[in-house]
């Protein structure tokens, strides 16, 4: 049986969180472990580029998430963990897509058309006003890192399945040309509750500046965690679960029984204080081993670096013979060997 490839990148602009970790990190790690996967997970540094111009947050975005990776549990003999930048081959493979991407087709992104319908909104005369040309062509790059090793599978947030859809548009549109050489993919959404509630009760988000980050120590996470908004009901006074973000958190990380249990105490009425109490060292019973290896290896980059250097060299073991077939495709190889 040929394994399905699952692949997905990470851009590395900012500090992991516990929404990042539910819906993203945790099933990728437990699919790591599945031998019926072959899993491609990359630090997407280009990519940071578009969103970010300070060198040093996207430097130490990248320490933080191959650490947090790590610091999981990640299989690293099954799965491939690499950075973007490391396999040059991704991004000759998006100049070639680029020449087979209707400039529409990118006209419909939904980053590109938020950007102009900002300047819009904003009385801007010039729609494209403080737009790059890197954001303009994301979705290519995000193809060429798909179709680069043909990925059967990629999990995204709902936001990104338009690049999916796009990715697969254009390896059609490719394979129309020059003949079959890409797998069209499709995205995979997690639909069961893959959203966290952030400490104001809307997704948790960097934009919203609600996040908890992942390993943040205990005490701060306590502080944190507290901090979430409930009712004023005292306690005695019997409690909704419907709409409580500490019970909707709670669900992530209980199991359920566990959550049963809770819904009761609900009813009898559970005070504020005593559910966060428990909330947090639900929490933090899961995440301390990891914090501790995750503190631990910032202190070892070479070790990252070496496991990066690792899954590069594996990566490249595919994309470097596929690139040499692709550049002939196109026709453009030596006159003469
Ligand atoms: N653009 C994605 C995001 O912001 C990250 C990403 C880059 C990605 N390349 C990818 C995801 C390829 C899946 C496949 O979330």
Same mark, same amino acid.
């Given at each position: 049986?040929?394994?399905?490839?699952?692949?997905?990148?990470?851009?590395?602009?900012?500090?992991?969180?516990?929404?990042?970790?539910?819906? /993203?990190?945790?099933?990728?790690?437990?699919?790591?472990?599945?031998?019926?996967?072959?899993?491609?997970?990359?630090? @997407?540094?280009?990519?940071?580029?578009?969103?970010?111009?300070?060198?040093?947050?996207?430097?130490?975005? #990248? !320490?933080?998430?191959?650490?947090?990776?790590?610091?999981?549990?990640?299989?690293?003999?099954? /799965?491939?963990?690499?950075?973007?930048?490391?396999?040059?081959?991704?991004? *000759?493979?998006?100049?070639?897509?680029?020449?087979?991407?209707?400039?529409?087709?990118?006209?419909?992104?939904? /980053?590109?058309?938020?950007?102009? @319908?900002?300047?819009?909104?904003?009385? *801007?005369?010039?729609?494209?006003?403080?737009?790059?040309?890197?954001?303009?062509?994301?979705?290519? !790059?995000?193809? $060429?890192?798909?179709?680069?090793?043909?990925? +059967?599978?990629?999990?995204?947030?709902?936001?990104?399945?338009?690049?999916?859809?796009?990715?697969?548009?254009?390896?059609?549109?490719?394979?129309?040309?020059?003949? *079959?050489?890409?797998?069209?993919?499709? $995205?995979?959404?997690?639909?069961?509750?893959?959203? !966290?509630?952030?400490?104001?009760?809307?997704?948790? #988000?960097? #934009?919203?500046? +609600?996040?908890?980050?992942?390993?943040?120590?205990?005490?701060? !996470?306590? &502080?944190?965690? +507290?901090?979430?908004?409930?009712?004023?009901?005292?306690?005695? %006074?019997? &409690?909704?679960?419907?709409?409580?973000?500490?019970?909707?958190?709670?669900?992530?990380?209980?199991?359920?029984?566990?959550?049963?249990?809770?819904?009761?105490?609900?009813?009898?009425?559970?005070?504020?204080?005593?559910?966060?109490?428990?909330?947090?060292?639900?929490?933090?019973?899961?995440? $301390?081993?990891?914090?501790?290896?995750?503190? %631990?290896?910032?202190?070892?980059?070479?070790?990252?670096?070496?496991?990066?250097?690792?899954?590069?060299?594996? $990566?490249?073991?595919?994309?470097?013979?596929?690139?040499?077939?692709?550049?002939?495709?196109?026709?453009?190889?030596?006159?003469?060997?």
């Amino acid at each position: 049986m040929t394994k399905a490839i699952v692949l997905t990148g990470i851009t590395t602009t900012g500090t992991p969180h516990l929404g990042n970790y539910v819906g /993203a990190i945790r099933p990728a790690i437990a699919a790591s472990k599945d031998q019926n996967v072959k899993p491609f997970y990359f630090l @997407a540094d280009y990519h940071a580029l578009i969103k970010c111009q300070e060198p040093e947050r996207v430097r130490r975005s #990248s !320490l933080e998430i191959a650490a947090t990776w790590l610091a999981l549990g990640l299989e690293t003999s099954n /799965a491939v963990f690499y950075r973007q930048s490391d396999v040059p081959e991704i991004l *000759e493979l998006t100049w070639m897509l680029t020449c087979a991407t209707a400039k529409g087709l990118m006209n419909r992104a939904h /980053a590109y058309k938020a950007a102009v @319908a900002e300047n819009e909104q904003g009385g *801007e005369h010039d729609p494209d006003k403080g737009i790059t040309m890197g954001l303009f062509g994301y979705p290519i !790059l995000m193809a $060429a890192d798909i179709l680069m090793f043909n990925a +059967n599978k990629v999990p995204v947030g709902r936001d990104q399945v338009q690049h999916i859809e796009m990715a697969r548009d254009i390896a059609g549109r490719f394979n129309h040309i020059y003949g *079959e050489h890409f797998t069209l993919p499709e $995205a995979v959404i997690d639909e069961n509750g893959a959203t !966290l509630s952030g400490l104001d009760g809307r997704k948790m #988000s960097k #934009s919203y500046n +609600n996040t908890i980050p992942l390993f943040e120590p205990e005490n701060r !996470l306590k &502080k944190l965690i +507290n901090k979430i908004k409930t009712n004023s009901l005292e306690p005695g %006074e019997p &409690k909704q679960t419907d709409g409580c973000t500490l019970f909707s958190i709670y669900q992530s990380f209980a199991t359920a029984a566990e959550v049963e249990e809770i819904r009761q105490r609900y009813v009898e009425g559970i005070g504020w204080g005593e559910m966060k109490r428990i909330l947090f060292e639900h929490i933090n019973e899961q995440i $301390a081993p990891a914090r501790e290896r995750y503190n %631990e290896l910032l202190e070892k980059p070479d070790h990252i670096e070496e496991q990066l250097q690792e899954g590069a060299k594996k $990566a490249r073991a595919i994309s470097v013979p596929f690139i040499t077939e692709l550049r002939k495709a196109v026709g453009i190889s030596r006159i003469s060997s």
